[in-house]
C-alpha cells in the first residue's frame, strides 16, 4: 500500500489518469477447432489466470469441422442421405464456449467462415480447407446466423450475450483468400448478417469490417483489389514518408450511414507490415517503422470518432509483429519488447488490441515444424512461455491508473489497493525506430543481439509506506530467452523429454529481487537494463 500522501515522482507530483489493459481485453486463436484440444483449453485457461484475458476470437466457428449447418446426415462408410431442410447443431461450439465461460472469458464471435454445402467456393485458405465466399443463398446465411445467436441467448442468457461482440467475416478485402466476392458483396452481407442479428436483440453488439492492415496506396479503392495500384509502394525509397489508410473502413462507414445501418464497433487489423507488387510481378515485403501501429490507431481513432458512429468501439482484433506463423521473431525475447512498447503507446487508442495468438497450437499451414517454428504463440505447442508471455505476466500486473509515462515505459496505480507497479524496457536506441523485420530461422534473429546500448532506468518514488517491499522480475537475453536455449541445444527437432523439462525451466527463470522502501519513503530505483530487456516492478501484498 502507499501512505496517504500524493505520490511524486522524481520531484514531480504524479498524474493519474485511465490506464486501460487494452492488451488483455482479447487475444486471438486460430480456429474454433482446435479450442476442443486438450492442451488449448490448458493453455488458454493459464493465459486467462496469469495475463486477464478477457476475451477469445478465433475463426471458423462455422466451419465443417464444427458441424453447426448440416444439409445431409453424413454417411460413412454408407450413403450421404441429404435431409429435407437445414438442421443446426450445437455440441461442438457449446464444448468451446462453454469451456471459455468457465474459464471468466467470453467469446468474441467471427461469424465465419461459411459452411461448404453454403459456400460458392471451397476450400479457398489454409490447410484446414476454409470456405471464404459468399453464400448461395443468403436467406440460409441469414438463418444460420438468427439459430446460432438465437441458441447462445436460450443456452447463456440475454444479458450474457450483450456483453458478447459479433464481427461480420475476416479480412474481406483478401480476395481470393479470405473472401472471394466484391467489396459491395462484403457490404450486403454485413447488411444481411447485422440486420439479423439486431431483430434477435438491438443491444447485441455487431460490427466490422475486420479488414487487414493499412496501405499507402489505392489498391483496395476498387471492389477487388488492384495490384497494378501497390507499384510505386513497392518502389519507394523511403516506404515510412508515405501516406498509410486504413482499408475500407471510410467506404464501409459511408455505405452504412446511407443505409441506417448500425455499427457498434469498428475492427481493423494492424499489422505493421504490408507487401507490395513490383512492376515486374515481385512481391516486395515491407516492414514500417517501430510507432507503425500508434500512428495507426491516432488516425484511426480521427475518422471514427468524425464520422456518423463517433461512439463506436475501436477493436484491432489481430495484432502481432508480423502476419506470419512461420517468422521466427515472434519466438524471442525482441518481440517482447516490441509489443511490450507498442501496448504501453497505444493503451489509450484503441479498446482492445487482440494479439495474434495465444498459442502455437495453431494449424492454418499445418502444424509447425518444431518446438520453435516462428509460430504467433505465446506458448508454444508445449505450453512452454516464450518471452511474449512473461511481456503479458508483466504488463498484467500493471494499474489501471497511470502516474507517469516515460520513453522506457510507464509506473502505475491499482485504484482498488493502492499498490504501485511499473514497467520498463529498452528498445535499444540503436535501432533508430525501425521495426522487426521478419526472419525464415531463428538464427537469422540473433544479429538483433549485437545491437545496443544498455539503457540505466533511475526513477524516485516519494510517498510510499516505508517498509514495502517491491518485486523485481527482469526479462534479457540470458533470463527468459528460452528460443536461444533451444538454439544452444543445436535446435532439436523433437526434443526429448529432458531436454523439454529443461527449456521449461529456462522459459520461467527470469533474473528476481526484492527492493525495500526504507524510512524515508522514497524508493530509488536504479537498474541497467540490457538491450532487449523488458523489466517489471510491482509492490508485494
Not at 466457428?61 to 450421404?80: A, I, K, Q, T
Not at 471510410?250 to 507490395?276: K, N, Q
Not at 513490383?278 to 468524425?306: C, N, P, Q
Amino acid at each position: 500500500m502507499t501512505s496517504e500522501s500524493r505520490l511524486v515522482i522524481d520531484g514531480t507530483p504524479c498524474d493519474d489518469g485511465a490506464f486501460p489493459h487494452v492488451w488483455s481485453r482479447c487475444i486471438g486463436a486460430g480456429r474454433a477447432n482446435e479450442a476442443l484440444r486438450a492442451d488449448w483449453q490448458r493453455q488458454f485457461a493459464e493465459v486467462v489466470d496469469a495475463c486477464g484475458v478477457r476475451y477469445v476470437r478465433f475463426h471458423g466457428v462455422f466451419h465443417d469441422d464444427m458441424f453447426v449447418y448440416r444439409e445431409s446426415y453424413g454417411g460413412g462408410f454408407g450413403p450421404d442421405s441429404p435431409l429435407d431442410s437445414p438442421v443446426y447443431t450445437f455440441s461442438y461450439v457449446d464444448k468451446v464456449f462453454d469451456f471459455i465461460l468457465e474459464c471468466g472469458a467470453r467469446p468474441f464471435v467471427e461469424l465465419g467462415f461459411m459452411p461448404r454445402e453454403l459456400a460458392t467456393e471451397t476450400e479457398t485458405v489454409f490447410w484446414w480447407g476454409a470456405h471464404c465466399s459468399p453464400p448461395k443463398d443468403m436467406t440460409r446465411w441469414v438463418e444460420l446466423v438468427t439459430r446460432t445467436v438465437e441458441h447462445w441467448i436460450d443456452r447463456y442468457g440475454l444479458d450474457e450475450v450483450r456483453e458478447w461482440r459479433f464481427e461480420v467475416w475476416n479480412e474481406p478485402n483478401l480476395v481470393p483468400h479470405f473472401w472471394t466476392g466484391t467489396k459491395t458483396e462484403y457490404f450486403e452481407l454485413y447488411e444481411q448478417t447485422a440486420t439479423a442479428i439486431k431483430r434477435i436483440d438491438p443491444l447485441l453488439k455487431v460490427g466490422g469490417p475486420a479488414t487487414s492492415v493499412f496501405v499507402p496506396d489505392d489498391r483496395y479503392r476498387g471492389e477487388v483489389e488492384n495490384r497494378a495500384a501497390t507499384h510505386e509502394t513497392a518502389a519507394a525509397a523511403d516506404v515510412d514518408a508515405l501516406d498509410w489508410r486504413p482499408v475500407w473502413i471510410e467506404d464501409f462507414i459511408a455505405w452504412c450511414a446511407e443505409r441506417g445501418l448500425p455499427i457498434d464497433f469498428i475492427s481493423t487489423h494492424t499489422y505493421p507490415t504490408d507487401f507490395a507488387f513490383a512492376s515486374d510481378g515481385e512481391a516486395v515485403h515491407i516492414t514500417r517503422y517501430a510507432d507503425a501501429t500508434f500512428d495507426d490507431l491516432t488516425l484511426l481513432r480521427k475518422l471514427v470518432s468524425e464520422s456518423a458512429y463517433p461512439d463506436a468501439e475501436i477493436h484491432v482484433t489481430e495484432w502481432s509483429t508480423s502476419p506470419s506463423s512461420r517468422d521466427f521473431i515472434h519466438d524471442t525475447l525482441f518481440a517482447a519488447t516490441y509489443i511490450t512498447r507498442a501496448y504501453l503507446r497505444c493503451a489509450t487508442l484503441a479498446d482492445s488490441i487482440s494479439y495474434w495468438t495465444f498459442t502455437d497450437v495453431f494449424e492454418e499451414g499445418g502444424a509447425g515444424i518444431g518446438p520453435f517454428h516462428g509460430g504467433f504463440g505465446l506458448v508454444n505447442e508445449a505450453g512452454i512461455h516464450k518471452p511474449t508471455f512473461h511481456a503479458f505476466v508483466m504488463l498484467g500486473r500493471l494499474g489501471d491508473r497511470l502516474l507517469r509515462a516515460t520513453s522506457e515505459g510507464v509506473v502505475t496505480r491499482d485504484s482498488r489497493t493502492s499498490a504501485v507497479s511499473a514497467v520498463f524496457f529498452n528498445y535499444p536506441e540503436d535501432m533508430a525506430m525501425s521495426g522487426l523485420r521478419a526472419q525464415n530461422t531463428y538464427a537469422a534473429t540473433r544479429a538483433l543481439a549485437e545491437i545496443g546500448p544498455s539503457r540505466r532506468i533511475r526513477h524516485s518514488i516519494e510517498g510510499l509506506e516505508p517498509g514495502a517491499t517491491f518485486l523485481v522480475e527482469i526479462l534479457d537475453w540470458e533470463h527468459g530467452n528460452v528460443a536461444e536455449a533451444w538454439y544452444r541445444l543445436g535446435s532439436p527437432l523433437n526434443p526429448s523429454r529432458a531436454e523439454s523439462e529443461h527449456l521449461s525451466r529456462v522459459a520461467d527463470a527470469l533474473r528476481r529481487f526484492t527492493l525495500t522502501v526504507p524510512e524515508t519513503g522514497v524508493l530509488d530505483l536504479d537498474v541497467e537494463l540490457a538491450p532487449w530487456a523488458v523489466m517489471s516492478l510491482r509492490q508485494s501484498a
